[in-house]
């Protein structure tokens, strides 16, 4: 009985909405959300950005929180493009207009606990690829700009850093080979910001990812390999850095 009451509220409610309504609340659970959007997979800086909200509450799968003075959409992702490109293009049906990713990343040619903000991005994940994307995918120049200057006027640049990232498939299984040919490329490797970029330029809207670099591959300091000398310190002060510069971001666009 309960489930043929579920299947006429589906049924009708879905009736009432268009196709991209419903593509939205099928995975986000909600029709509306705010237009600038916050993307993040680690919940490190899902509770970071959640504590420094004075105001927030549930909205389908989404978080409604402020932040900087506005009201902002938060969704936690799963990990990698597949996920990300889903649940982008469901965030653009419900409303979203600009794109924030708020993140950790692992470091090819940086230190755990500094923050990369993400000029361009090679998609070597065989998801953009696969579509036809084999050369750097870059993020909105006017974000990236504002996010530079923010960190120039306001901040010590040192715990920033402006470059490539490299979006990769690999978690836990890249070769001393892999991480030596991507750290030719670009300063840090993650798993969604091809995606990001690559959505944000099909839908015509802005989208930057900023993240806080969580771990080294192959360093002295490989909290899988060398967990006690882990610089848990450094890491904590990253993830404040990204957060401090993801509200001053969204303060000033």
């Known amino acids: 009985m309960l489930d043929r009451i579920k299947h006429f509220f589906v049924k009708h409610f879905f009736k009432r909405l ?13 029709t509306t959300v705010d237009r600038t959007c916050i993307i993040c997979v680690s919940r490190d800086v ?5 504590r420094r909200s004075w105001s927030k509450y549930n909205r389908g799968y989404t978080k409604r929180i402020r932040l900087g003075g506005k009201w902002v959409c938060l969704l ?10 889903f649940n982008l293009r469901a ?11 708020a993140d950790v990343c692992g470091g090819l040619r940086s230190h755990i606990g500094d923050v990369i903000i993400a000029r361009d991005a090679v998609p070597l994940d065989a998801y ?12 909105d120049p006017n974000l ?11 901040f010590s640049a040192d715990a920033y850093r402006v470059g490539r990232v490299i979006t990769v498939d690999e978690f ?3 070769s001393g080979d892999d ?17 990001l970029y690559r959505s944000a330029k099909e839908l015509g809207i802005p989208a930057i990812s900023i993240m806080c670099v969580s771990d080294v591959p192959y360093s002295p300091e490989n909290i899988f390999e060398h967990p006690e000398k882990y610089p848990i310190d450094r890491y904590k002060e990253g993830i404040k850095n990204l957060i401090d510069l993801s509200v001053e971001l969204i303060r000033a666009i």
Not at 46 to 50: G, K
Not at 179 to 195: F, N
Request: net charge positive; hydrophobic share 35%.
């Open 18 to 30: 268009n196709r991209n309504q419903r593509l939205a609340y099928t995975c986000l659970r909600t």
């Open 46 to 50: 899902e509770r970071e950005l959640t």
């Open 76 to 85: 936690k992702c799963g990990v990698g493009t597949p996920d990300c490109n």
């Open 91 to 101: 965030l653009y049906y419900a409303g979203a207009r600009t794109l924030i990713r």
């Open 128 to 139: 953009t690829s696969r579509l036809g994307y084999k050369y750097p995918i870059k993020g």
């Open 144 to 154: 990236i700009r504002i996010a530079t200057d923010i960190v120039a006027n306001r």
């Open 172 to 174: 836990f299984e890249q």
């Open 179 to 195: 991480i030596e040919m991507w750290s030719k490329m670009g300063i840090a490797v993650d798993m969604e910001t091809s995606t």
